[in-house]
């Protein structure tokens, strides 16, 4: 099993950045594709970033494409979402979570999650 910590959620005002940390333990993750959701109050967890640990391959959703970006450190076991030019729609709590599948935006999908860190973004 893999457990799955993030952290760097906080307030930002619109425009601002911030970067997520998720930091990987418990298994190797090399083999593993590595998704950020989110969740706002009343909304379904939706998809935001996935990355193929091996070779870096990455997916975004439309909503954050061109202001997010999703990375990774193997050395350190943990991967990263770069949040920039940030809306109040952004406004949710940010989940790590990792697969051992094909990568995909699919919730279902994904075996291993974290407890969640929660954005505001202020207007």
């Known amino acids: 099993q893999v457990q799955l910590v993030e952290s760097g959620g906080g307030l930002v005002q619109a425009g601002g950045s911030l970067r997520l940390s998720c930091a990987a333990s418990?298994?190797?993750?090399?083999?593993?594709?590595m998704g950020w959701f989110r969740q706002a109050p009343g909304k379904e967890r939706e998809f935001v970033a996935a990355?193929?640990?091996?070779?870096?391959?990455?997916i975004y959703a439309d909503s954050v494409k061109g202001r997010f970006t999703i990375s990774r450190d193997n050395a350190k076991n943990t991967v990263y979402l770069q949040m920039n030019s940030l809306k109040p729609e952004d406004t949710a709590v940010y989940y790590c979570a990792a697969t051992v599948k094909t990568i995909t935006t699919l919730r279902a999908l994904f075996d291993y999650w974290g407890q969640g860190t929660q954005v505001t973004v202020s207007s």
């Open positions: 418990g298994r190797t993750v090399s083999n593993y594709v």
């Open positions: 990355i193929r640990w091996s070779g870096g391959i990455t």
